[in-house]
């Protein structure tokens, strides 16, 4: 938690005094400070903290309106403050993509378990979204191989080890990817089909 780089928004200064110093107290770095959900956008993009801590009623847009619109351009874990616990907010910032509710009045040892649980699902679900996309790559790159070695079987006449083969050997000579070479064979084999 130390060096984190945080924005916080919340309208009632005294509050946001409170939050700043508990926030600098664990080690957190305030790196911008907003009384409004506008500002608030603005700052977060101007700034890209490591974290946002947002009161929901926030005037001009609210809280999670706010982190909504960043939501859509940025991924930053965000906490969201509130003075009630309501089922239906609570549903509303899940929905948004935050991973923390902290009810006023927050002392700093509630601030850091949030912090860190927030900081902790960010970086999972990250994780996640990461292999995700590694698996989808890699789905993909399969099916480009396949149809690669299907082509090579049809043209050079040859047994499917035989045509995989043929594609290992042509990826090692040229240093290129496998997928790559196998993307040269379809665009190759597409230009000499006239149908």
């Not at 009630?84 to 002392?107: F, M, N, T």
């Not at 040892?109 to 989808?136: C, H, P, Q, V, Y």
């Amino acid at each position: 938690m130390k060096n984190l780089k945080v924005v916080v928004a919340e309208d009632e200064i005294l509050i946001l005094m409170g939050l700043k110093s508990n926030l600098e107290s664990l080690g957190c770095i305030v790196i911008g400070e907003a009384t409004n959900g506008k500002e608030l956008i603005d700052i977060v993009l101007e700034k890209k903290p490591d974290l946002i801590i947002a009161d929901i009623n926030l005037p001009i847009l609210d809280g999670l309106e706010a982190l909504d619109i960043i939501n859509q351009k940025m991924n930053i874990p965000s906490l969201i403050v509130s003075e009630y616990d309501d089922e239906e907010l609570i549903q509303r910032a899940s929905e948004i993509g935050v991973l923390g509710y902290l009810i006023k009045p927050i002392d700093e040892s509630d601030l850091k378990a949030a912090i860190e649980i927030a900081i902790s699902k960010f970086e999972e679900i990250n994780k996640l979204k990461k292999e995700l996309e590694e698996t989808k790559d890699a789905l993909e790159s399969r099916k480009i191989i396949e149809k690669a070695k299907g082509i090579v079987m049809e043209r050079l006449q040859l047994k499917e080890d035989d045509a995989m083969k043929f594609l290992q050997k042509k990826s090692r000579n040229s240093n290129k990817k496998l997928v790559d070479v196998a993307k040269d064979i379809i665009e190759a084999d597409k230009a000499f089909r006239l149908d």
